[in-house]
């Protein structure tokens, strides 16, 4: 099964996709993570080559994830016309305090507790309101809190 945002992102000209070469990386990672329901590139892999190639599809400066959201809010905007909806939204805590020493601080923040570092995640799901079957993804946000943030304590 291919997946919708690099489908959507291959017919569009002058996307960070244009390129055929990252649309077929990204496909068969996206279909990939579907067989084995893990993102965890060790897992999904069959050989160190395949690795490389799914670590530079990621880490391409034209693979961005602000592309990424665009690509899934246009494929969805497709699919919603003329349909009763049902848009579910969510966040999320994304705790990676475990994995800080090969991160890139400028990029995180605090977490729930005030000193993990990680990010939030708000997405929204949209289903077709008479079927439930899920139309795709409208809009995802991503936000961090300072590094330094204050708690609710130290505010007042």
Not at 49 to 74: C, H, M, P
Not at 102 to 112: D, I, S
Request: proline fraction near 3%; hydrophobic fraction near 30%; charged fraction near 20%.
């Amino acid at each position: 099964m291919d997946n919708p945002i690099l489908i959507h992102a291959e017919q569009i000209e002058g996307t960070a996709f244009g390129d055929p070469r990252l649309v077929k990386r990204g496909q068969l990672y996206m279909r990939l993570s579907c067989q084995h329901q893990s993102v965890n590139i060790r897992q999904i892999s069959r050989n160190r080559a395949e690795q490389v190639g799914y670590y530079r599809f990621l880490e391409n400066k034209n693979v961005t994830v602000s592309e990424l959201i665009r690509s899934l809010s246009d494929h969805c905007q497709q699919q919603v016309e003329g349909r009763h909806i049902l848009a579910i939204s969510d966040s999320t805590e994304i705790n990676l305090q475990s994995h800080s020493c090969r991160l890139k601080p400028a990029q995180l923040g605090v977490v729930g507790n005030n000193k993990d570092v990680g990010f939030y995640l708000y997405p929204t799901l949209v289903l077709d309101s008479e079927s439930g079957f899920p139309l795709g993804v409208s809009t995802v946000q991503l936000w961090s809190r300072d590094l330094e943030h204050q708690n609710k304590y130290e505010r007042q």
